[in-house]
C-alpha cells in the first residue's frame, strides 16, 4: 500500500505524473474514476484549503467523503489512541486523510491503518500534499523548476509546509534562499538532510539585496555544492569575512514564498520578536519585479492586501490548484493499492532489541506523546561524530546522539567511540546492537561495563586551570570590542569551560561577557543563553557578535563544522573564533583552533577524556586517555595477555 506521508515518499517522476494528471483534471472529473470509494478526513486542527479542496477533489472524482466535523466531538476525547482511531476508520473508508498537532502521528496512523493515508499536516514535521500545490503552481508560472532561486520566508523553523517544500525543491535542483525571522531559522536537522542526501550548503547573501523585506535574520542561500565551495568553517577570521562581504550577491530572485508565524506551536512570551513582511516596498523595487510571491495561507499580517492586485501575488491562485492537484494524488494513490511502499534509500534501521531503549528527544513527537501508538524506531544516520551515533526518529526526523551501547548477548556496555564504529557495525547486522539513552538504563537491565586499557592522566587540576587563564588572556588580547564577546560552549563540557572561561574574563578584565550554549544534537531551541539568565525569553542573538566557541577536545572537527553551520544559519557575527582545551590534531575537516589548552597528538585508538567536578560529582578536574579495546576481542586478549587487565 501507498501512503503519503513525507514529500520523499514521491519519486521526481511520480511528481510529474501527478502534475500531469492535474493538468488532465477535466478528463478526471467525467471519468469519476474514485465513484464508489469513499475517503475519511480526519482533522485535529483547525483547516479550511486542505481539508475542503480534498473534499472536493474526492467528489470530483466521483468519490464521497465521510468526516467527524470537529475531532474533539469523536472518540478521541474519551480518552481514544490515533492507532485505534485509524484501525476503527480504515474500515469504513478507502482513504484517510489526517492532520494532526503532534510530529509524526500520521506515519503511526499509516501504520495501524489498511487503507492508504494521506499527511494533511503533521505538527510541524511535514504538509507533503500543500507542496505538491506549490510546486504545480511555481512549474506553471516559472516554466522549469531547476535553476530558480525561491526565497522562503518567515517562521522557516515551526512552518511544516516549508520542510516538504524544501526537500522537493533541492530535489528538482531549485536553489533556496532562507529569509527567517529571529529565532525561527530552518532547523539543524532539515539543513543536515539537505546536506546529506542532496549535496546542498549554505553561503550567506548579500543584506542590501533583500532590505525591501524587514527583517532581523540575515539570509542564506542553500545550493548544490558546486560550482561554490562553500566552506563555512575556516582558518582565519578574515577569511570568514572576506567569504561573507562576497558571497551570493545580485542574485536573480524568482520567488517569494511568505508564511505565517505559527503561534500555536511557540512557548509563550516567545512570539514578540519582529517578522519579515511583504507589501508595497517589496513591489516597488526594481529587482522584485519578475518574482512572484506564494502564501501557503491563511495570512495574518506578514503580507499585505496591497499585493492581492499585483500580477505578481499568486497566492489564490495556488490554493484553486488544490482541487486538480488532490484530485490527481487521489487517482494516483488508487492507481497503486497493491504496490509496497519502497524504502528510503538513505536509512540504516534500528530498532532497540531491548524493552528500553533511546527515546526520541522531540517533546512533541507521537512517540512521546503517546507511546502506545508507535513503535520506537530509528535511523542511524552516522556514526561520524567522534564520540557518538546520530540516530533520527522514523516518526519526526529529529535527530539527536547516543552514547551508550551494548551486546544482548554478552550484557556489556560502552560508551561509544569512532574505534568501535565496526564492531557496533556487527552487532547491528547481527539484531544484538542494545543503544541506550544513559549508563543508569542500561545498568537496570543488568548490562555490565566492558574493560579498558590503563588510565594515564594529561591534565591535572591546575592544569587545566592554568590553561584556562592563559586562554582568557589570549581572547581578551584579541578581542576588539568587549561589549560584543559573546562565550558559546557546546553543551556539555564545552559549556562548563565556556563559564570557567567568562569567570576567569571577569578577573582578569572586570567585564562580565554574556555565555550561551550550542546544542548540536537536541530537540528544538540550539542556542541558549546561560548568562546573565535574566534576559532568558530574548532568542540569543548572534548578530555582529565576536563568538568565541568552546568545546574540551577537537578531533575530527565534525563538532566544530554542526556548530558552525547552526551559528551562521542564525545570523552573521562579526568573528567566530574556536577555543578547546584539547587538540588531538587528528583532522578530518580543516578546522583549527585559535586558542588550544594543550596538543596531545593521538591514535584513533585513544580515548581522550576531559572529566569536569560539575559534571562527574565528586571527580577531580582532570584529563585523561586510555586505550580502548575492542570489546569482541577483549576475551581472547585477557586470556592472552594479562597487561591488558589491568584497571
Ligand atoms: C498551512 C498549514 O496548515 O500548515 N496551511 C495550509 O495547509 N495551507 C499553513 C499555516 O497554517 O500557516
Known amino acids: 500500500?501507498?501512503?503519503?506521508?513525507?514529500?520523499?515518499?514521491?519519486?521526481?517522476?511520480?511528481?510529474?505524473?501527478?502534475?500531469?494528471?492535474?493538468?488532465?483534471?477535466?478528463?478526471?472529473?467525467?471519468?469519476?474514476?474514485?465513484?464508489?470509494?469513499?475517503?475519511?478526513?480526519?482533522?485535529?486542527?483547525?483547516?479550511?484549503?486542505?481539508?475542503?479542496?480534498?473534499?472536493?477533489?474526492?467528489?470530483?472524482?466521483?468519490?464521497?467523503?465521510?468526516?467527524?466535523?470537529?475531532?474533539?466531538?469523536?472518540?478521541?476525547?474519551?480518552?481514544?489512541?490515533?492507532?485505534?482511531?485509524?484501525?476503527?476508520?480504515?474500515?469504513?473508508?478507502?482513504v484517510l486523510v489526517v492532520r494532526h498537532n503532534w510530529d509524526g502521528t500520521v506515519l503511526a496512523m499509516a501504520e495501524h491503518a489498511n487503507v492508504p493515508v494521506i499527511n494533511a499536516g503533521d505538527g510541524s514535521h511535514e504538509h507533503p500534499t500543500q507542496t505538491l500545490c506549490d510546486l504545480y503552481t511555481l512549474r506553471k508560472e516559472k516554466g522549469e523548476l531547476k535553476g530558480l532561486n525561491v526565497v522562503l520566508c518567515g517562521d522557516l523553523k515551526n512552518g511544516r509546509t516549508i520542510h516538504s517544500l524544501v526537500y522537493a525543491l533541492a530535489r528538482f535542483g531549485a536553489n533556496v534562499v532562507t529569509l527567517a525571522a529571529n529565532g525561527m531559522a530552518l532547523p539543524q536537522y532539515v539543513i543536515e538532510r539537505l546536506e546529506r542526501e542532496y549535496d546542498y550548503a549554505l553561503a550567506p547573501v548579500a543584506s542590501d539585496d533583500l532590505n525591501a523585506v524587514v527583517t532581523e535574520t540575515d539570509a542564506l542561500y542553500l545550493t548544490p555544492k558546486q560550482p561554490h565551495e562553500l566552506a563555512l568553517y575556516t582558518q582565519v577570521d578574515q577569511?570568514?569575512?572576506?567569504?561573507?562581504?562576497?558571497?551570493?550577491?545580485?542574485?536573480?530572485?524568482?520567488?517569494?514564498?511568505?508564511t505565517r508565524k505559527q503561534k500555536e506551536r511557540m512557548k509563550e512570551g516567545t512570539t514578540d520578536t519582529s517578522y519579515p513582511t511583504i507589501g508595497p516596498n517589496f513591489l516597488r523595487e526594481q529587482r522584485f519585479q519578475d518574482t512572484v510571491v506564494m502564501h501557503p495561507l491563511p495570512r495574518v499580517d506578514e503580507l499585505s492586501p496591497e499585493v492581492d492586485g499585483d500580477r505578481r501575488g499568486i497566492y489564490f491562485k495556488q490554493a484553486a490548484y488544490g482541487v486538480p492537484v488532490r484530485m490527481a494524488l487521489l487517482k494516483f494513490l488508487f492507481d497503486r493499492r497493491a504496490e509496497k511502499r519502497k524504502p528510503s534509500r538513505h536509512a540504516i534501521p534500528y530498532q532497540s532489541p531491548e524493552p528500553i531503549g533511546p527515546q526520541c528527544r522531540n517533546p512533541n513527537c507521537v512517540t512521546v506523546r503517546e507511546p502506545i501508538s508507535s513503535r520506537r524506531r530509528f535511523e542511524i544516520v552516522s556514526s561520524g561524530q567522534a564520540n557518538a551515533l546520530i540516530l533520527a526518529c522514523a516518526y519526526c526526523d529529529h535527530r539527536f546522539k547516543v552514547q551508550i551501547g551494548g551486546n544482548v548477548?554478552?550484557?556489556?556496555?560502552?560508551?561509544?567511540?569512532?574505534?568501535?564504529?565496526?564492531?557496533?557495525?556487527?552487532?547491528?547486522?547481527?539484531?544484538?546492537?542494545?543503544?541506550?539513552?544513559?549508563?543508569?538504563?542500561?545498568?537496570?537491565?543488568?548490562?555490565?561495563?566492558?574493560?579498558?586499557?590503563?588510565?594515564?592522566?594529561?591534565?591535572?587540576?591546575?592544569?587545566?586551570?592554568?590553561?584556562?587563564?592563559?586562554?582568557?588572556?589570549?581572547?581578551?588580547?584579541?578581542?576588539?570590542?568587549?561589549?560584543?564577546?559573546?562565550?558559546?560552549?557546546?553543551?556539555?563540557?564545552?559549556?562548563?569551560?565556556?563559564?570557567?572561561?567568562?569567570?576567569?574574563?571577569?578577573?582578569?578584565?572586570?567585564?562580565?561577557?554574556?555565555?550561551?550554549?550550542?546544542?548540536?544534537?537536541?530537540?528544538?531551541?540550539?542556542?541558549?543563553?546561560?548568562?546573565?539568565?535574566?534576559?532568558?525569553?530574548?532568542?540569543?542573538?548572534?548578530?555582529?557578535?565576536?563568538?568565541?566557541?568552546?568545546?574540551?577536545?577537537?578531533?575530527?572537527?565534525?563538532?566544530?563544522?554542526?556548530?558552525?553551520?547552526?551559528?551562521?544559519?542564525?545570523?552573521?557575527?562579526?568573528?567566530?573564533?574556536?577555543?578547546?582545551?584539547?587538540?588531538?590534531?587528528?583532522?578530518?575537516?580543516?578546522?583549527k583552533?585559535?586558542?588550544?589548552?594543550?596538543?596531545?597528538?593521538?591514535?584513533?585508538?585513544?580515548?581522550?577524556?576531559?572529566?569536569?567536578?560539575?559534571?562527574?560529582?565528586?571527580?577531580?578536574?582532570?584529563?585523561?586517555?586510555?586505550?580502548?579495546?575492542?570489546?569482541?576481542?577483549?576475551?581472547?586478549?585477557?586470556?592472552r595477555n594479562s597487561e591488558f587487565t589491568a584497571k
Open 239 to 258: 577569511v570568514i569575512q572576506a567569504r561573507l562581504n562576497t558571497m551570493a550577491t545580485g542574485l536573480r530572485y524568482d520567488a517569494f514564498y511568505m
Open 409 to 591: 548477548q554478552s550484557k556489556k556496555y560502552y560508551v561509544f567511540d569512532s574505534a568501535l564504529a565496526s564492531t557496533f557495525r556487527d552487532w547491528l547486522k547481527k539484531d544484538e546492537l542494545a543503544l541506550f539513552d544513559s549508563i543508569k538504563e542500561a545498568e537496570e537491565l543488568d548490562y555490565e561495563p566492558f574493560k579498558s586499557g590503563p588510565h594515564r592522566v594529561l591534565m591535572t587540576e591546575s592544569d587545566i586551570h592554568t590553561a584556562l587563564a592563559n586562554m582568557s588572556g589570549q581572547i581578551l588580547h584579541d578581542c576588539r570590542e568587549l561589549s560584543r564577546l559573546l562565550i558559546l560552549g557546546v553543551r556539555g563540557a564545552g559549556s562548563q569551560l565556556a563559564r570557567r572561561l567568562a569567570k576567569e574574563i571577569v578577573q582578569q578584565a572586570n567585564h562580565n561577557p554574556e555565555v550561551g550554549e550550542i546544542e548540536i544534537y537536541g530537540s528544538g531551541d540550539e542556542l541558549k543563553r546561560l548568562l546573565p539568565d535574566a534576559r532568558e525569553a530574548e532568542p540569543l542573538n548572534l548578530k555582529d557578535r565576536e563568538v568565541i566557541l568552546v568545546d574540551d577536545v577537537i578531533f575530527t572537527g565534525r563538532t566544530v563544522k554542526s556548530a558552525l553551520s547552526i551559528i551562521f544559519r542564525s545570523a552573521r557575527p562579526q568573528s567566530v573564533r574556536l577555543a578547546v582545551l584539547i587538540d588531538r590534531g587528528h583532522r578530518e575537516i580543516p578546522v
Open 1 to 94: 500500500m501507498r501512503n503519503l506521508i513525507s514529500i520523499d515518499d514521491l519519486t521526481n517522476e511520480e511528481i510529474e505524473e501527478i502534475f500531469s494528471l492535474a493538468d488532465a483534471s477535466d478528463k478526471l472529473r467525467a471519468d469519476r474514476p474514485a465513484s464508489g470509494e469513499i475517503m475519511a478526513t480526519l482533522f485535529y486542527e483547525p483547516s479550511t484549503r486542505t481539508r475542503l479542496s480534498f473534499e472536493s477533489a474526492m467528489q470530483r472524482l466521483g468519490g464521497s467523503v465521510i468526516s467527524c466535523s470537529d475531532m474533539k466531538a469523536s472518540s478521541t476525547a474519551k480518552g481514544e489512541t490515533v492507532a485505534d482511531t485509524a484501525k476503527v476508520v480504515s474500515s469504513y473508508a478507502d
Open 593 to 639: 583552533p585559535n586558542y588550544v589548552g594543550k596538543h596531545i597528538p593521538s591514535s584513533e585508538s585513544d580515548r581522550v577524556r576531559v572529566k569536569l567536578s560539575e559534571l562527574e560529582p565528586g571527580e577531580r578536574d582532570q584529563v585523561i586517555i586510555y586505550t580502548i579495546m575492542n570489546p569482541s576481542e577483549e576475551a581472547r586478549r585477557t586470556a
